[in-house]
């Protein structure tokens, strides 16, 4: 007995899969990439807020070590 290909149209869910799998799956993708985007942007301010307070110290230790101006 030989097999038949059934071919289903894009975005439907293929055959013995309800419309509950299919939704499941076609939610979990863009979640996924939003959750990636939210914890690649609080990694990027933390880096960011690192940077910035090592600038701050920076600047301070130069104006402290600076010779002072006696004019």
């Not at 499941?24 to 880096?47: D, H, N, W």
């Amino acid at each position: 007995m030989k097999k038949t290909l059934r071919l289903h149209p894009v975005g439907a869910p293929p055959a013995g899969q309800g419309t509950m799998a299919f939704h499941q799956r076609m939610t979990e993708a863009p979640m996924k990439k939003l959750l990636f985007l939210a914890i690649l942007g609080g990694v990027s301010y933390l880096v960011y807020r690192q940077y910035m307070a090592s600038q701050a110290e920076q600047d301070l230790w130069a104006e402290a070590t600076a010779a002072p101006d006696l004019r």
